[in-house]
T-cell receptor
């Protein structure tokens, strides 16, 4: 079974631009979550989608948004990029999206904002 | 609110020595607990999870963790370190809230010397 696939692996953008990251979950998984990883803040939760609905959201500004499609694939968008948005963005999927259903992570998208 | 504390941002061991990575959690209800490992330029790989079925949990690559409610701890151990174990390890807690949101510790970098 294929794992979580994130595209692209690397992105370089300029301040003020916007960016869209894509995530394909493990087949059959209905929950998709996004995390931001930086050296200073560590791993921080962005949002979770389940059956095309945003179910939970972390403490990030409105410039960060996401969506989930009917096939469970997900995208996240960051508008008006700032230097501090440079990070590794990790997508994770899980089967039930609750209880102890573990999250399976992709290899991430490394975003660099210049 | 939940939180996870990992003692020691870096742990150094010799090959063949015992590995002990410490994790303490804070949660108002019995949580679900996980250990993940991250190799350079990769995402997070699940090592093991605590599901309340047994306090001693065995994971992949010879790792295990023991849940101690009285100490609110979930330390990760491996009897004999291998060079390939060098990586960053994250402890995470998931509340029994109906969401699959993980709260991560800051991570511990395991260094293995020959």
């Amino acid at each position: 079974k294929a794992g979580v696939t994130q595209t692209p692996r690397y992105l370089i953008k300029t301040r003020g631009q916007q960016v869209t990251l894509s995530c394909s979950p493990i087949s059959g998984h209905r929950s998709v979550s996004w995390y931001q990883q930086t050296p200073g803040q560590g791993l921080q939760f962005l949002f979770e989608y389940f059956s095309e609905t945003q179910r939970n959201k972390g403490n990030f500004p409105g410039r960060f948004s996401g969506r989930q499609f009917s096939n469970s694939r997900s995208e996240m968008n960051v508008s008006t990029l700032e230097l501090g948005d440079s990070a590794l963005y990790l997508c994770a999927s899980s089967w039930r999206g609750k209880d102890n259903s573990p999250l399976h992570f992709g290899n991430g998208t490394r975003l660099t904002v210049t | 609110a939940q939180s996870v504390t990992q003692l020691g941002s870096h742990v150094s061991v010799s090959e063949g020595a015992l590995v002990l990575l410490r994790c303490n959690y804070s949660s108002s209800v019995p949580p679900y607990l996980f250990w993940y490992v991250q190799y350079p330029n990769q995402g997070l790989q699940l090592l093991l999870k605590y599901t309340s079925a047994a306090t001693l949990v065995k994971g992949i690559n010879g790792f295990e963790a023991e849940f101690k409610k009285s100490e609110t701890s979930f330390h990760l151990t491996k009897p004999s370190a291998h060079m390939s174990d060098a990586a960053e390890y994250f402890c995470a807690v998931m509340a029994n809230s109906g969401y699959s949101t993980l709260t991560f510790g800051k991570g511990t970098m395991l260094l293995v010397s020959p």
